[in-house]
């Protein structure tokens, strides 16, 4: 089929809904091996590693490697008493730290850190539906972790398109999703949470207790301490737990014609998700248009808005996939590339309320140019998710924490990808440059900018991430002061502990 493989190889940055890393102070050993830093306390010092060790290495390492932080140990608690302890010690002792959740997360908050403790959080990797139907996952948990047992179970939820994404991170940020036209945000659909505080003190929040940081938690839950674990409310199985996906390419001179039809789509269905996305093919520089639809239901359903992109296609790809299928073998299982860590990844995002045509046909001519100007950054994709609205849109703004009630209709990524530095510069000025083009008002089509926290670069302004609103941040800035009042988790996003600082 003509263009088919570039429809596989173009949709490799489906959706990954970024995994934050959550900061403040930690240490590690191992069997075999001798303790190797001295003053950590003796119940908790076999679990701090150092990086003679030989794991050190990958239990460091971060999906992201642009401009990340340094690490010298790596703190690695298997229970909930080893996490407080090692908390306890580290804000006593004023050790710098970043605690990760499964999967891979993006920040550059700490790019000047250096001798950094990583809390690596694998060890809370577990997954269970419970007899009321709920989900309870460990903050060590991927996406596909959490699919896995529900798909079983045959139930479901909001979760993000890329498997390998922890699944608490990206709910911490909201955690927008294909099916969030159905069953709201994956934060949305949070019950309760059981966290560690900056003194090591573990506390849960939910609708019953500690309802302040309940709200908080969902959507700027970064701030307040480390996740241990989280449950969700899920729902039956649409369709019998079976999805349609269509992947179809086209030239580039059909870019307006897609968007006025995307356009032309909104308010999406709920079952329907369609994702845009640019990209070239790393062998000649070939520029690549391609579209992934998905509809949680029947094929007679979704082929309905795949024939309105069909006839002027190169190519279609048309799957039938249970719900735990699609986030492997979706886009023909190159979303999994997206996962391998290490690489650098240059990243912008902001929320429109319309695409603006033009613009876009103007972003692929200088897409292709920057790549064959950069060709070291020919694994770099733009893409735009055009998820249903209607499960957000049913609740309050004051629900959650979450501020995009009204400012995701459209979701509008940069991820430049290099492994050569040497095009950081120029990776950094194209992507910015195109976030700041979309986020004037006669382009986005909204009065204010909207960035979803998940997907921000790092140099907006709060409000733009948490909401404009003064009493949205009053009530942030309280709920910061009271559960972190020494700012320990003040290095992703932090939110001001003074409403003097809110901009």
């Known amino acids: 089929m003509v263009g088919s493989s570039n429809v596989v190889r173009s949709l490799v940055s489906l959706l990954w809904a970024a995994s934050p890393v959550i900061s403040g102070a930690l240490p590690v050993h191992w069997a075999g091996f001798e303790r190797q830093e001295t003053g950590w306390p003796t119940s908790i010092d076999d679990s701090v590693f150092n990086s003679s ?85 460990g903050s060590g948990a991927t996406f596909l972790d959490l699919i896995r047992p529900l798909a079983a179970a045959g139930r479901q939820v909001t979760t993000g398109s890329c498997p390998c994404v922890g699944a608490t991170g990206a709910m911490l940020g909201g955690g927008v999703g294909r099916l969030q036209g159905l069953h709201g945000l994956t934060s949305d659909n949070v019950r309760k949470v059981r966290l560690a505080l900056w003194n090591g003190t573990v506390i849960e929040a939910s609708e019953k207790v500690n309802k302040d940081l309940f709200w908080a938690v969902r959507g700027a839950g ?101 719900w735990d299928e ?3 073998k979706g886009a023909g299982g ?53 998820f249903a609205q209607q499960g957000i849109k049913k609740l309050p703004d004051d629900y959650s924490a ?30 910015k440059r ?6 004037q008002p006669k382009i986005s089509g909204y009065k204010e900018t909207h960035i979803y926290q998940n997907y921000a670069h790092g140099d907006e302004p709060l409000s733009q991430l948490y909401g404009r609103e003064k009493w949205r941040q009053q009530r942030l800035t309280a709920v910061k002061n009271k559960f972190d009042p020494r700012g320990v ?14 901009r």
Request: hydrophobic residues 40%; negative net charge.
């Open 402 to 431: 979450f501020p995009h009630r009204d400012g995701v209709e459209h979701l509008v990524e940069f991820e430049i990808a290099f492994d050569d530095t040497s095009v950081s510069k120029a990776a950094d000025a194209f992507a």
């Open 434 to 439: 195109w976030r700041d083009h979309f986020a």
């Open 326 to 328: 699609l986030p492997i």
């Open 53 to 137: 060790w030989p794991s050190f290495g990958e239990k460091s390492q971060r999906w992201n490697a642009y401009m990340a932080p340094s690490f010298n140990q790596v703190f690695l608690p298997e229970t909930e008493q080893v996490l407080s302890e090692g908390l306890r010690y580290m804000t006593s002792n004023n050790i710098s730290f970043l605690a990760k959740s499964g999967g891979h997360g993006y920040s550059i908050e700490l790019a000047a850190a250096q001798n950094v403790v990583m809390i690596n959080m694998e060890k809370f990797n577990y997954s269970r539906v419970n007899a009321d139907g709920t989900a309870t996952i």
């Open 222 to 322: 970064q701030n307040f301490g480390v996740v241990i674990e989280t449950t969700f409310q899920t729902y039956p199985a649409v369709n019998g737990g079976m999805h349609y996906e269509a992947n179809l390419a086209f030239s580039v001179d059909k870019v307006k014609k897609i968007i006025d039809d995307m356009n032309g789509l909104v308010p999406l269905p709920a079952p329907l998700s369609l994702i845009l996305v640019g990209s070239v093919d790393p062998s000649t520089l070939e520029t690549i248009v391609a579209l992934n639809l998905v509809y949680a239901g029947p094929r007679e359903e979704g082929r309905k808005y795949t024939r309105r992109f069909q006839n002027y296609s190169l190519s279609v790809e048309e799957n039938m996939y249970s």
């Open 489 to 502: 988790f003040s290095s992703y996003h932090p939110i001001p502990q003074s409403l003097d600082a809110w």
């Open 334 to 386: 190159i979303t999994l590339i997206k996962c391998a860590k290490g690489q650098n990844h240059v990243m912008y995002g902001l929320g429109t309320k319309r695409l603006d045509a033009p613009s876009f046909v103007r972003l692929w001519s200088e897409f292709g140019d920057f790549i064959k100007a950069n060709p070291a950054a020919n694994s770099s994709t733009f893409l735009v998710e055009t």
